[in-house]
């Protein structure tokens, strides 16, 4: 029987599909890895199945315990899902932004969804990640603590480092990919280094997070509010290795938005806003890259998430992504 025992068996093992847009044709050939292949749609399913399989492997968390972690999205439906399937209960803090499509969808696996109010500070004791850390403190909850989790790191290690290097057949040259935790590129490219210490890792940063500055020079600076959901911080996180980065690419909301839905309607390929900003540096990079070069991406998830933002043109006109409306 080639059919699998439960959905976690599916988690990982992502296909890779070649990338053309915005690629010189004469230029270097470039793939994505798709992640939105997962079960429940994102990079995600990785970490949580990971973090929370080994905590039960080595006692630390039994059926029937409590798991909580903070996330506006992909981490919340991801942890859900993994933790029914292992007897888990699990609750999710989400900042009351955070559209109802994606808290019903974390609801839909059981989860309890706690919202929390929109708050300037990480550190605000009423915002979604501190209320975490203060019931997992206050009810002996397992913390998954995405952003500062080194099995966070780990996961990707052990699956989408290994899974590119051999379906590039140890080829690839430039590794391109988002930074939200970190978790996802310090993982993959520390393993890709491991393995031919010449390829270069470029992490995808949004305009208005802090990281491209921690990385580039070490310093702290406020970010400021954005749209694109799932990279890019507000806080330094131990789940991003900055001495892995041999560049940080810089990527505004528009020019995400814009090249994942140039993406969809020319490649058939429907990434969420994170996948156009991956992308959009993908084509930086293979403008100044030899033409024998080999570049993967990580599209982290699906347009199908995205339908009431970048992919609606009414909410892309009325935050000036795309030009408005003639007046008829
Ligand atoms: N894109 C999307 C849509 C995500 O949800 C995430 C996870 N935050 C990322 C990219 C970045 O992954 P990581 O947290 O591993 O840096």
């Given amino acids: 029987m080639k059919a699998h025992e439960s959905i976690l068996e599916l988690i990982g093992r992502t296909p890779m599909v070649r990338l053309r847009t915005g690629i010189p044709e004469s230029g270097p050939t470039a793939y994505v890895k798709l ?3 997962n079960p429940t749609g994102s990079l995600k399913d990785r970490i949580t199945y990971y973090i929370l399989k080994k905590a039960m492997d080595e006692g630390r968390l039994r059926p029937g315990d409590t798991v909580i972690d903070n996330t506006s999205g992909n981490t ?11 007897g888990l209960k699990s609750i999710v803090t989400t900042p009351e932004q955070t559209s109802h499509e994606k808290i019903d969808l974390i ?4 989860a309890e969804v706690i919202i929390t109010p929109e708050v ?3 550190d605000d004791p009423e915002g979604f990640f501190m209320v975490a850390r203060r019931l997992a403190a206050e009810k002996g909850y397992f913390d998954m603590n995405q952003y500062h989790n ?6 990707h290690y052990l699956t989408t480092g290994p899974e590119i290097w051999e379906d590039t057949e140890g080829k690839i040259t430039h590794f391109v990919c988002g930074i939200g935790t970190g978790g996802n590129f310090s993982g993959a490219a520390r393993y890709l280094k491991e393995h031919n210490k010449d390829i270069k890792c470029i992490a995808v940063d949004p305009e208005g997070s802090i990281f491209a500055e921690y990385i580039k020079h070490n310093r702290e600076v406020k970010g400021y509010a954005y749209k694109v959901e799932g990279i890019g911080s507000d806080v330094v996180t131990q789940a991003l ?9 810089t990527v505004s909301d528009k020019d995400s938005f814009n090249r994942a839905r140039l993406i969809a309607r020319t490649e058939g390929i429907s990434g969420g806003g994170s996948s156009g900003a991956v992308a959009f540096a993908m084509e930086q990079v293979a403008r100044k890259a030899d ?5 993967v991406g990580i599209f982290a998830d699906a347009g199908i998430r995205y339908l009431s933002k970048c992919y609606n043109d009414n909410w892309m006109r009325q935050h000036g992504y795309l030009p408005q409306m003639e007046a008829k």
């Fill in 107 to 110: 609801k839909s696996y059981g």
């Fill in 120 to 122: 300037e500070d990480h």
């Fill in 291 to 295: 033409s024998g070069a080999l570049l």
């Fill in 241 to 249: 290795h900055p001495h892995l980065v041999d560049e940080v690419i």
């Fill in 76 to 86: 919340g439906s991801a942890l859900a899902m993994v933790a029914s399937v292992l």
């Fill in 35 to 37: 992640e939105f292949y």
């Fill in 150 to 155: 080194q099995d966070n790191v780990e996961a």
